[in-house]
Nanobody, 117 residues
Framework: QAQLVESGGGLVQPGGSLRLSCVASGIIFSIYNMGWYRQAPGKQRELVAIITSGKITNYADSVKGRFTISRDNAKNTMYLQMNSLKPEDTAVYYC???????????WGQGTQVTVSS
């Protein structure tokens, strides 16, 4: 059974950094496209960044130049390095696995990121 587990969230001051991790099990991680999404209170879930199985990346305009998505297929793990954090980055961050060419996808349970002084 596919499972994604996020970690690394927490409380950080504006301008600070965090690194989120998403560990996958039950899937052939290397063939999946992976994404980070976030949902702030009262707002819809939005795409933050994606990385394909071929390690092509794409970012939301709001995080370009501050966030970096990466993956380590040997560890079945995806990362999101977040620098220069802003209060508007506060949200629950979710990882998602998408099998290319199919409607199949799975979500993690989310990790809270709070940016506040």
């Amino acid at each position: 059974q596919a499972q994604l587990v996020e970690s690394g969230g927490g409380l950080v001051q504006p301008g600070g950094s965090l690194r989120l991790s998403c560990v996958a099990s039950g899937i052939i991680f290397s063939i999946y496209n992976m994404g980070w999404y976030r949902q702030a209170p009262g707002k819809q879930r939005e795409l933050v960044a994606i990385i394909t199985s071929g390690k092509i990346t794409n970012y939301a305009d709001s995080v370009k130049g501050r966030f970096t998505i990466s993956r380590d297929n040997a560890k079945n793990t995806m990362y999101l390095q977040m620098n220069s954090l802003k209060p508007e980055d506060t949200a629950v961050y979710y990882c998602k696995a998408i099998r290319p060419g199919t409607p199949y996808n799975t979500w993690g349970q989310g990790t809270q990121v709070t940016v506040s002084s």
